[in-house]
C-alpha cells in the first residue's frame, strides 16, 4: 500500500493559479500510474488528469485542458498538478490517487483502477 498526502490547496481568486503536491510513501511511487480527481459538492469524484508509471503519457478531462498540468518526480516520490485560470468551477476537493498494478504503460484512467488515495485538499476559486 501506498500512503499519499496532498498539499497546496486554498483560495485563489478566479484567474490565479494554484500548485498541487501530492507526497508519497510506502510501495514504489516510481512503478505506478497516478491521478487527481476533484469532489465538488452534489458531483460525482471525477478524473482530472492522470500520468502513467514513466511520466510519459497523461490524460486530462476536457474541462481542464490547456489550463492544468499533471507531473511527477520519481526520485522524490512527488506528482504535482499546476493549476492555471483558475475558475470557480474548479472548486472542488482534490485527491491523488495510485493505481494498484505496477508498470502499466498507458495512463489509467478508470476509477476502480485506483486503490490507494490521499484525504484531499480543498481548492475554492471566488469570483
Given at each position: 500500500?501506498?500512503q499519499?498526502?496532498?498539499?497546496?490547496?486554498?483560495?485563489?481568486?478566479?484567474?490565479?493559479?494554484?500548485?498541487?503536491?501530492?507526497?508519497?510513501?510506502?510501495?514504489?511511487?516510481s512503478?505506478?500510474a497516478m491521478g487527481?480527481?476533484?469532489?465538488?459538492?452534489?458531483?460525482?469524484?471525477?478524473?482530472v488528469?492522470?500520468?502513467?508509471?514513466?511520466?510519459?503519457?497523461t490524460?486530462?478531462?476536457?474541462?481542464?485542458?490547456?489550463?492544468?498540468?499533471?507531473?511527477?518526480?520519481n526520485?522524490?516520490?512527488?506528482?504535482?498538478l499546476?493549476?492555471?485560470?483558475?475558475?470557480?468551477e474548479?472548486?472542488?476537493?482534490?485527491?491523488c490517487?495510485?493505481d494498484?498494478?505496477?508498470?502499466?504503460?498507458?495512463?489509467v484512467?478508470?476509477l476502480?483502477?485506483?486503490?490507494?488515495?490521499?484525504?484531499?485538499?480543498?481548492v475554492?476559486?471566488?469570483?
Amino acid at each position: 500500500q501506498v500512503q499519499l498526502v496532498e498539499s497546496g490547496g486554498g483560495l485563489v481568486q478566479a484567474g490565479g493559479s494554484l500548485r498541487l503536491s501530492c507526497a508519497a510513501s510506502g510501495r514504489s511511487f516510481s512503478s505506478y500510474a497516478m491521478g487527481w480527481f476533484r469532489l465538488a459538492p452534489g458531483k460525482e469524484r471525477k478524473l482530472v488528469a492522470a500520468i502513467n508509471w514513466s511520466g510519459g503519457s497523461t490524460y486530462y478531462a476536457d474541462s481542464v485542458k490547456g489550463r492544468f498540468t499533471i507531473s511527477r518526480d520519481n526520485a522524490k516520490n512527488t506528482v504535482s498538478l499546476q493549476m492555471n485560470s483558475l475558475k470557480p468551477e474548479d472548486t472542488a476537493v482534490y485527491y491523488c490517487a495510485a493505481d494498484t498494478i505496477p508498470l502499466r504503460g498507458v495512463v489509467v484512467t478508470t476509477l476502480s483502477s485506483f486503490g490507494s488515495w490521499g484525504q484531499g485538499t480543498q481548492v475554492t476559486v471566488s469570483t
